[in-house]
């Protein structure tokens, strides 16, 4: 049974991921420090899976605590890296904050991985890599436009430090670009738990609907798209959870791209999207559709920093990694509505 170290795998993606890595038969460790996470989660994962994970509370900003772990832990055959601040307007107000916590805790864990010889690792990163793109649906080699926010620029600097690192270590690496996660688990076990206000449209959406909050506001109905408002592409969570289980196991076969006409083969990036674009008010339609829940919202003026439209090509992971996102939009709303209600009744 291969041993997979799963970081911030109580958060909103790991725990799904965790699921799936022990419906796979991984054994998995998790490590968290619970700065956006719950230790209920742990129960709501071992509630679905019957098997509770190891969980060790930990900061990965600590080096010596991380080093303390490893040595404790020598029998790691992989990492799965969601450990990480992931709040854009935070990230402008505390830069030091987010290059800290998503820099420092990415070289601690490689520094790791060079002293006890692990060698695949998978990382979470972001379709705001690609900025405002010149044309869609963005394949993986569009250009990295320059980011808009430290939280950004810490995915594109940490996509770098892989790839200089693979090119000198054992290490192989994979970073999987998430285009917009939404949904939970069908169980209703696990869910997404957004602290305070939501800044996503889901959540907002179904906290709105709960009367947690009065009204969603829609971010702009005047930009160059059908109905006005902008395009992104929302994939459900447990789709994302399932492809980290397939880019493990590309990680562990040794499948990765040997042939690619790259100075680094054991580099891969993939967008991890559905490769269908929604606008804002297509979410809100199909969730008072599919819930049947009358959405209180009004149009205001743009959000700043906004790009327009986003969605993926996913025909590299469709192909290389044999993976295609399987659940719709209602599928997602359906999940997340239900892990609402759930959450508002006490649990
Ligand atoms: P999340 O906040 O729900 O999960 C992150 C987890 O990491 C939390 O449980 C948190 O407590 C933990 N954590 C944070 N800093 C830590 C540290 N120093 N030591 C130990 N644990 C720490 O976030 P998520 O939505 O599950 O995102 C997971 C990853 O995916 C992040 O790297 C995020 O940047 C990336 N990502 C998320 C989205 C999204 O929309 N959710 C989109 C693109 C990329
Ligand atoms: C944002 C981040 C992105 C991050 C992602 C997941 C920015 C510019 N991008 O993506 O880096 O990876 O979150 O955390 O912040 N909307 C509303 N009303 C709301 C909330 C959102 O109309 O109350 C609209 C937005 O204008 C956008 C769409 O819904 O068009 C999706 O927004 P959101 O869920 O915040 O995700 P992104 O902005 O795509």
Known sequence: MKKILVTGGLGYIGSHTVVELQNSGYQVIIVDNLSNSSLDVLEGITNISKTPPAFERLDLRFKADVSDFFKRNNDIDGIIHFAASKAVGESVENPLL????????????????????????????????????????????????????????????????????????????????????????????????????????????????????????????????????????????????????????????????????????????????????????????SFEKTTGEKLNYKIVDRRPGDVISVYADTKKANKVLGWKAEKTMEDALKSAWKWELKVRSGR
């Open 98 to 285: 987010y290059y800290e916590n998503n820099l420092n805790t990415l070289i601690y864990l490689l520094q790791e991985c060079n002293t006890h010889e692990i060698e695949n690792f998978i990382f979470s990163s972001s379709c705001t890599v690609y900025g405002e793109p010149d044309s869609l649906p963005i394949t993986e080699v569009a250009p990295v436009k320059p980011a808009t926010s430290p939280y950004g620029n810490t995915k594109q600097i940490s996509e770098e430090i892989l790839k200089d690192t693979c090119s000198i270590s054992a290490l192989k690496a994979i970073a999987l670009r998430y285009f917009n996660p939404i949904g939970a688990h069908e169980s209703a076990e696990i869910g997404e738990l957004p602290a305070g206000i939501p800044q996503n449209l889901v959540p907002f959406i179904t906290q709105t609907a709960a009367g947690v909050r009065e009204q969603l506001s829609v971010f702009g109905d005047d930009y160059p798209t059908e109905d006005g408002s902008c395009i992104r592409d929302y994939i459900h969570v447990v789709d994302l959870a399932k492809a980290h289980v397939i880019a493990l196991e590309r990680l562990l076969s040794e499948k990765n791209d040997t042939s690619a006409p790259l100075s680094n083969p054991n580099f891969e990036v993939f967008n991890l999207g559905t490769g269908r674009g929604s606008s804002v008010l297509e979410v809100v339609n």
